[in-house]
Nanobody, 115 residues
Framework: QVQVVESGGGLVQAGGSLTLSCAAS????????MGWYRQGPGKQRELVAD???????VYADSVKGRFTISRDNAKNTVYLQMNSLKPEDTAVYYC?????????WGQGTQVTVSS
């Protein structure tokens, strides 16, 4: 059974930092891209950052220079280091795992940034 489980969300003051983790289990072959998406109140889900198996990264303009995505291929785990957090970063953050013809999403973890 495939599981994608996020952790690390919480409440932080503006300017603070959080690190999110996402671990995928039950996937035996060929994870290619792992990424983080977010959905703020009243907004559509949007890409935050993703990373290929080879380590190529893509970031949303709004987080460039503040967030860093990384992954451990041996552990099928992806991380999102978030620095200089702003109230507008408040959202539910979702992990997405893709490979070949499959796509899996986690249940999401809440990040709340207070001003």
């Amino acid at each position: 059974q495939v599981q994608v489980v996020e952790s690390g969300g919480g409440l932080v003051q503006a300017g603070g930092s959080l690190t999110l983790s996402c671990a995928a289990s039950g996937i035996i072959f060929g994870i290619s891209t792992m990424g983080w998406y977010r959905q703020g109140p009243g907004k559509q889900r949007e890409l935050v950052a993703d990373i290929s198996f080879a380590g190529r990264t893509v970031y949303a303009d709004s987080v460039k220079g503040r967030f860093t995505i990384s992954r451990d291929n041996a552990k099928n785990t992806v991380y999102l280091q978030m620095n200089s957090l702003k109230p507008e970063d408040t959202a539910v953050y979702y992990c997405r795992v893709t490979g070949g013809k499959y796509e899996y999403w986690g249940q999401g973890t809440q990040v709340t940034v207070s001003s």
